[in-house]
């Protein structure tokens, strides 16, 4: 059988180092821990004060879109609407979401939980020409009415 390579030797030194360090854990925090463990001071009339709220993340909020088209203002439907917003992380990069809905025979749309703040509206519609725009969202519920262009002839 083959020895170790390394031996502990047992010295007077790392004998007191552990016996020193035992009998220190063994007494209790020491002073300036005590200080930091102890309770925040109360308020004058007895109640503990209110610990700071954390800033809630806003709700998310339902959109309405309304879309017509040409000289007189008609409903486009099965356009293809897309809603773009960036999704904010703490500890990643932020990530682009895009949400893609149609719109109805009477030309609306509704994309139900996006988060206040800015987002795309992409339309895209045959016969019709490409609508982008970024809006800011701050109400609850928004209607944004949109208006459709002939695309430009190509000679």
Not at 52 to 59: D, L, R, T, V
Not at 126 to 131: A, G, L, N, S, V
Request: glycine fraction near 6%; avoid cysteine; charge should be positive.
């Amino acid at each position: 059988m083959k020895s170790p390579r390394f031996r502990l030797r047992s010295t007077p030194f790392i004998a007191g180092v552990l016996a020193g360090s035992l009998a220190g854990a063994s007494l209790g925090p020491s002073p300036a821990r005590a200080q930091q463990q102890q309770a925040p001071p109360a308020t004058p009339d007895g109640a503990k004060p209110a610990k700071p709220a954390k800033p809630a993340a806003e709700p998310p909020v339902t959109i309405h879109i309304e879309l017509t088209a040409g000289d007189k203002n008609k409903p486009v439907e099965g356009a293809s609407i897309y809603v773009r917003y960036n999704e904010s992380h703490k500890l990643r990069p932020d990530k682009l979401i895009e949400m893609n809905v149609k719109s109805t025979p009477e030309g609306k749309a509704r994309v139900p939980l996006v988060p206040k703040g800015k987002i795309l509206i992409q339309v895209i519609a045959k016969d019709w020409k490409t609508f982008g725009k970024w809006f800011d969202l701050t109400e609850d519920e928004q209607v944004f009415k949109i208006h459709l262009d002939r695309p430009p002839k190509w000679y």
